[in-house]
């Protein structure tokens, strides 16, 4: 068989003040060429996976660009066609393939495009023709709908948030995908829509329950695949939502059944979403009441990873008030405090404003008599399942009664510890570790902490949906609506393909 792989990708937030340019993408991923000397990366792991495996059957592989983007606003456009030609035309040159690999993200908007996953697979279709088996794996925080299952064979979203299961997803992708090029299977896919907005951590119990529920499902006769996408309620867009998708083998009754069965199941824990966030001022008191830490605070409004700046003040600025001390924070984005600091050099005191820059949504910026520390050039942060993630040039500042701050230069969530020790900061011997980070922190650092403490902050990425301005939704959804499944509506909403 001859394989074509390739990556596009990054996760829109509708209500980001950043625009999505090229330079977002050269500075988390902009490959070309092959890619089996790179070190594994979140971005690229499922592109080296598709190659070991298809390799090892014997088969050819084409690998085309690998590009991604920090989350952030829409794209411009003449990046996302560039991007998505470059793929095109390479399709193009390899001649007639049999399967197509594509690791997309599925909440992807650019200037022009509401929908480019959908877009980029029927521009794919089109080229590669009806005899190429197309398979995508996604994100599971993405805007499924039923156009893309018109141009896929199989789509595989991940499991697992903390996202540490890319390259297992790649692996089922792959088999399915080979297979039904080889006859074995006939993937047939329904998608049921849960009409619901919503936030779901598969480190919690209730959660994990779910993802139990899908391997379970998997394990029947006929049945290929089982996703639930927890969709990302910060596009606003008409596709928004939880949905979840059942791939069978040529079955699509079996599909259907499942697909509403796991719905069901999600709808059911409605009432449990949201229950672990807490204040800024509660969070605090019992971090202080505390006899010992570190514990690891969440702002998780400020989380790059889902599109926002990473450069609002309201926590740390409440910290200063309170006069706590002993605290480590970051990832602070502030290229121009960095580079002030790097002029200074370690050793150096000065005045320095830092933060608060971005938009209103990043508060006023803080304003501190701070002693460089640390200085680093090119700093490498380990990332989901010890995959690296690049921080770029990287600095500590201590302020007065133990704060150290790490400010840095490529926009990114933090992942692990590692971003503050090579910095020379002991998190072990503070109080209080304030992560700009939603959940991917959450397996490095909770063997660690204390107690592990998800903040109701003001931000970008506000946790009560309720308050976002929506503009584009179409269909009723809890909890924008408390029935969703009211009269009016149709009680099942499941689409077979």
């Known amino acids: 068989m001859k394989i074509f792989v390739a990556t596009l990708g990054t996760e829109t937030n509708s209500f980001s003040p950043l625009p999505t340019g090229l330079r977002a993408f050269e500075e988390t991923a902009l490959l070309r060429g092959d890619v089996r000397s790179e070190p594994e990366t979140f971005i690229n792991i499922a592109n080296k996976t598709w190659l070991a495996l ?36 390479d399709l193009k040159a390899a001649g007639q393939v049999d399967l197509v690999l594509l690791f997309l993200h599925g909440a992807m908007m650019a200037d022009g ?34 156009r893309p299952l018109a141009f896929a064979d ?84 008409d596709r928004i939502g939880a949905k979840t998708l059942a791939v ?74 309170r006069g706590i001390t002993d605290v480590a924070a970051g990832c602070y984005w ?47 942060q380990t990332g989901l399942d010890g995959l690296r993630a690049h921080v770029g040039q990287a600095v500590r500042v201590e302020a007065e009664g133990g704060i150290d701050i790490v400010l840095n230069t490529v926009r990114t969530q933090v992942y692990g510890p590692d971003v503050f020790t090579q910095l020379g900061i002991d998190i072990l011997a503070k109080k209080i570790v304030l992560l700009k980070s939603t959940q991917h922190f959450y397996a490095a650092f909770a063997p660690i902490a204390k107690e592990v403490l998800y903040l109701d902050a003001e931000g970008t990425l506000v946790r009560d949906v309720r308050k976002l301005p929506y503009q584009h939704i179409t269909r009723p959804l809890w909890p924008l609506v408390e029935n969703p499944f009211s009269d009016q509506h149709d009680t099942e909403r499941t689409t077979a393909a």
């Open 154 to 237: 199989a789509i595989v979203l991940f499991k697992e948030y903390p996202h540490t299961d890319v390259a297992e997803r790649a692996r089922e992708l792959y088999r399915i995908c080979r297979d039904t090029k080889r006859g074995l299977v006939r993937p047939t896919m329904a998608l049921h829509d849960c009409r619901m907005i919503g936030f779901w951590r598969t480190s919690q119990p209730h959660v994990r329950q779910l993802v139990e529920r899908m391997v379970e499902m998997e394990r029947q006769p006929g049945v290929l695949s089982v996703s639930f996408a927890h969709g990302f309620p910060y596009g606003d867009t």
């Open 54 to 89: 298809a390799e090892a059957d014997g088969h050819e592989v084409v690998q085309s660009l690998i590009a991604f983007a920090q989350p952030g606003g829409r794209t411009v456009r003449n990046v996302y066609e560039a991007l998505r030609d470059e793929i095109l035309r």
């Open 334 to 380: 502030d290229i121009g405090a960095v580079r002030i600091c790097m002029e200074a050099g370690p050793g150096s005191v000065l005045d320095l404003r830092f933060g608060g820059k971005c938009s209103p949504m990043s508060g006023d910026p803080i304003d501190l008599r701070v002693t460089v520390k640390a200085c680093i050039p090119s700093l490498w």
């Open 248 to 321: 069978t083998d040529g079955d699509p009754i079996l599909a259907r059944n499942l697909a509403q069965e796991l719905g069901r199941a999600v709808w059911n824990m409605r009432n449990r979403i949201g229950e672990e966030y807490c204040s800024i001022d509660d969070a605090l008191d019992r971090a202080q009441a505390g006899t010992e830490g570190p514990y690891v605070l969440a702002d998780t409004a400020d989380n790059a990873g889902g599109g926002a700046p990473s450069d609002s003040t309201f926590v740390l600025q409440r910290i200063l008030d």
């Open 113 to 146: 495009y509401d929908d480019c996953e959908s877009d980029i697979l029927e521009r794919v279709r089109e080229v590669a023709g009806h005899e190429a088996v197309i398979g995508a794996e996604i994100d599971l925080h993405c805007h499924l709908s039923e």
